[in-house]
């Protein structure tokens, strides 16, 4: 059970950004830019956090979760203003894995574990292409498994946060280092689940 199936449920808490969006004249892709922006802010922060100060971690989190919040904006203000396209779609879809990248890519560069952060960025990107290929090959757009996007930057906000105080590493790693371990076995395993569903319905 994933986040991604109560974006839904969230619609009318998000409608006092979407007014705010609309008054400041930003468009649905300024908005999904935006919110790529603040996951190079906090992909940013969490390399610097080990060697500077901790604390920093905290800031990414807070960026993550912007750019989480403003991910669900752009597609309700697009639907709001009657502009939603492919074109847009795409661009929303594209931002958002490299989104991704320069989020996980952050986490592991910040603890120089390249290896395990391989690992994890392409389970994750290998989930959300199993996701949208589903649809490429005339299915539904598959958000099911273990894990989605909604779960994965709650997961990075809430281990950020921590991160920004817990700071001892437990049985060789710190609770980052675990987070990138959880992504790296967890997002191949949705891959999979995905796949799976995929296969089964064709």
Do not use: C
């Amino acid at each position: 059970m994933t986040l991604d199936r109560f974006r839904p449920a969230v619609k009318g808490a998000i409608a006092p950004s979407v007014t705010l969006a609309k008054r400041v004249g930003l468009t649905p892709n300024g908005v999904s830019v935006l919110a790529f922006a603040l996951a190079l802010v906090g992909g940013a922060a969490f390399v610097v956090a080990p060697r500077r100060d901790p604390l920093l971690y905290l800031g990414g989190a807070v960026a993550v979760a912007l750019n989480g919040w403003l991910d669900l904006v752009d597609g309700e203000l697009a639907r709001e203003m009657g502009t939603g396209s492919d074109a847009g779609d795409l661009l929303d879809h594209v931002l958002d894995r490299y989104a991704d990248i320069a989020m996980i890519a952050g986490l592991a560069a910040g603890l120089e574990a390249y290896a395990l952060g391989l690992a994890a960025v392409t389970g994750v990107l290998m989930t959300s292409y199993l996701g949208t290929q589903a649809q490429a090959v005339g299915l539904d757009r598959v958000y099911g498994g273990l894990v989605g996007r909604a779960d994965r930057l709650a997961l990075v906000v809430a281990v950020g946060a921590a991160a920004a105080f817990v700071t001892e590493p437990f049985s060789g790693l710190t609770v980052v280092g675990w987070l990138l371990v959880f992504f790296a076995v967890v997002g191949h395993f949705t891959a999979l689940q995905r796949f799976y569903y995929a296969m089964k319905a064709l």
